[in-house]
């Protein structure tokens, strides 16, 4: 699908992957979920639920510079991942209003030129949710999938949950990418670590230096902006 700034998809055809399918669907507070509407890490740092995304309501989509909406013709159901907020303890206030990752139209939009380039072995910085992972799982070009993941908690908690949907084998790696990623050998690295959409370019060209056994990198916010090729 070609990203336009407004942008009508029929709902029924958004299918997005359910890590826990038995997780019921809400629109409402992340904070006020009762049990059954969410699944919290160990610690509580981490929050899966499914939203429920009214038929009619604008989400927003971009590509490069430009910003556009997305509706549905109906309601669908976008699976998400909230973060406690760090002065939670202190405030009462749990969790972050805004979600962490979310699997919405923009993300997969701009997640697909990355998945699209996957080949061989693969390097995939940055866990999430393991919608790219599972993507890059997909292709008949890649053998092997390599995972490196900031974050304990998070890959012991959703990595389980993910591997089922994984068809090649995938090893994960528990460390900081910048400290990893130098000392892999891959055909190709998808880098989704960064905290901004659209200062990629900068971080992956030096990453790169770092990184000889890597043949290509790629990071989320980069391609996209180099042409619409990718698109
Ligand atoms: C936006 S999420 C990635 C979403 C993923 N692309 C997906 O498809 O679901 C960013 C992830 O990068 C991880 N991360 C952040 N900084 C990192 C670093 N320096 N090294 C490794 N992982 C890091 C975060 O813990 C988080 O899991």
Redesign the pocket.
Known sequence: MKWTPELNIVGSTYKVLPLWPEIGASAGPVSELPDKLHVDSPSRRFRYCVRLNPRGTAMHTWWGNQVGTVVFDSDVLIPALYQARPDAERTGDHWEPMP??SITPAEIMT?RPGTRMAKGRVVI?????????IEVTKRLQVKRVTV????QE?VDWIMPQIRPHCRKPVEVIV????EVLPKLKADIALI??FPGYGDGFKRVAELAKQCPGIKKLWG?GTSEMTGTAQR
Do not use: N, P, R
């Open positions: 962490w990752m997640l910085a940055g866990l999430g949710l393991g919608h790219q992972l490196v993941e900031l974050d998070l460390g900081d990418a910048y989704d670590i989320w």
